[in-house]
């Protein structure tokens, strides 16, 4: 089973790419994808993650939700502005 995550801005910069697709098991949760991506792209990319909110198609995903082969799962850290 696989995911597409997509990585922006600062998500982006520190995985160093804008997407993966990532080989996961079978009853994933966001939560299993976020420590494993942190795993993969070490400290800078867990300290993003830390501050992100993730999209897992085009819903926002709380602690505990699945995620599904196949799913698009999006990192999005908080934007600068107004």
């Given amino acids: 089973m ?3 995550v997509r990585f922006f ?3 982006r910069a520190a995985a160093g790419c ?3 697709t990532t080989a996961v098991a079978p009853e994933l949760t966001i939560d299993d994808l976020v420590a494993g991506l942190g795993t993969r792209h070490g400290e800078a990319l ?3 993650l ?3 909110t993730f999209l897992v198609d085009g819903q926002r ?3 505990g939700t699945a995620v599904c ?3 698009v ?3 999005l850290p908080p934007f600068a502005g107004g």
Avoid: K, L, M
């Fill in 2 to 4: 696989s995911v597409e």
């Fill in 9 to 11: 801005a600062a998500a």
């Fill in 18 to 20: 804008a997407q993966e």
């Fill in 46 to 48: 867990t300290e993003v």
């Fill in 50 to 52: 830390a501050r992100s």
């Fill in 61 to 63: 995903a709380v602690p």
């Fill in 69 to 71: 082969a196949g799913a």
């Fill in 73 to 75: 799962v999006d990192v």
